[in-house]
């Protein structure tokens, strides 16, 4: 059956043959296959490169996703980091349906390094607990996490506390939990090493993130880097009209959003 494409519009072949795939896209499942270009190609009548021109664009949006040798496939739905409270991936993948789970790859206690003693404002001497995992979501990997918290307030934090949630051990030990944060979101290219703990191909957007969270007082209490799969997960900030009409140009006190390219080396995960 060919699928009939309107030749005398001025939107291009490929863009209607990208809207028929959306349509298609929506009666199908994460995972599902798409026809091959050949295929396709029959279908709407035209030459592969302008299905490939199709498809691509919807790989690019994070839509569909390529196997080399296998054919094309359809990307589950990304993860949605809203800010209506205190974000933690778990609650991200949770909220969307899906099985949260950490892989461990190291907990220790160490000497807080120079840029983590500026970040949460320790003394020289001070200690910190790095604890350093995989989050999975339905047992694909989905972002590389390193939290360093205060060793002087949470010293009877323990491996086997840590289930799938690092906040929810630290509010089993302690009254002092993070409650605030200021997150900074920059996106990157994965290097060689990233993209193999993280099951993508090297060079594949992904974000680097940092958090400094704050207890009730004020007080700093973590500090966390984490590498984000960008197929996997988007943002979604939503400005209410109450908090609309309390921002002013330039006004960092009510709302800071800042936007920086990087290409962050992974040396920062060599050390544990």
């Known amino acids: 059956m060919i699928i009939i494409l309107n030749r005398n519009t001025h939107l291009p072949l490929y863009y209607q043959i990208k809207t028929v795939l959306l349509s298609m896209i929506a009666e199908t499942k ?5 026809p091959g270009e050949l295929e396709l190609s029959k279908k ?20 569909l996703y390529r196997i080399q040798g296998k054919g094309t496939f359809v990307s589950p739905p990304k993860v949605k980091r809203s800010f ?10 949770r909220r969307f349906g899906y099985q949260p ?12 390094p120079n840029y983590i003693q500026r970040h949460l404002q320790l003394d020289p001497n001070a200690k910190v607990i790095r604890f350093k995992r995989m989050v999975l979501s339905e047992d ?28 929810d051990a630290l509010a089993q030990i302690s009254n002092n939990v993070p409650t605030t944060a200021h997150d900074t979101y920059t996106p990157m290219n994965a290097d060689e090493k990233l993209s193999a703990l993280l ?14 969270a704050y207890s009730d007082s004020g007080t700093p209490v973590e500090f966390v880097e984490s590498y984000i799969r960008g197929d996997r997960f988007t943002l979604d900030i939503q400005i209410s009209p109450d908090l609309a009409g309390q921002l ?23 050390n544990g």
Do not use: C, W
């Open 30 to 34: 994460a995972d599902d296959q798409l």
């Open 140 to 167: 694909m990997p989905f972002a590389i996490v390193t939290s360093f918290v205060r060793h002087d307030i949470y010293a009877e934090l323990k491996v086997e506390h840590v289930g799938d949630s690092l906040y």
């Open 44 to 63: 709407f009548d035209v030459s592969r490169g302008t299905v490939k021109q199709a498809i691509m664009d919807l790989v690019h949006e994070g839509i």
């Open 84 to 93: 209506g409270k205190l974000p933690t991936f778990t609650d991200d993948i």
């Open 248 to 270: 002013k140009r330039g006004d960092s006190d009510v709302a800071h959003f800042s936007f920086r390219p990087g290409n962050i080396s992974s040396e920062m995960l060599t």
């Open 101 to 112: 789970k950490n892989k461990i790859l190291s907990f220790k206690v160490i000497d807080a």
């Open 199 to 212: 099951g993508i191909k090297e060079g594949m957007a992904i974000f680097y993130s940092e958090r400094i």
